[in-house]
């Protein structure tokens, strides 16, 4: 039998406030210098919504309730790479929070901006564009890097 492939959870999480998104500009990884939303994968044993819960607290410093999320869609992912990779990534949105938003992985990320949802950046990643016009268009499940 041949060894099964290994399947990545993340998240990805829509914070409104009077109709901007807030989003961050990554410095890192294969994604910099694109804006990106707030989140991450999922830790063993984690909820998706503890997981939202603590990649929100872990990069922007908000305090947000689970029963405050709401999942809106769900995106099927693979990064071709040379050492490409599958996830499965859940959209999550909010506009119940506490707290003023603040860079905390300066390491990770560059800068930190609301966004209307009408004027997006040019320079957003592919991935995070897809889960806002899914959220935007009530689309449930989408498929995206084949």
Known sequence: MSERFKLIGGVFVIILKDGKV???LR???FDA???SLVGG???NGETVLQ???REIKEEVNLEIRESDLKVVSVLHRITPRPDSWQSIEFVIVT???SGTAGLMENDVCGDLKWFSLDRLPENISHYAKQAIDNYINNVGFSEINF
């Open 95 to 97: 506009d119940k929070f």
């Open 41 to 43: 994968c999922m830790e």
């Open 51 to 53: 997981a939202a819960v």
């Open 33 to 35: 210098g694109l804006y």
């Open 22 to 24: 807030l989003m961050e």
């Open 27 to 29: 410095k890192n990884k």
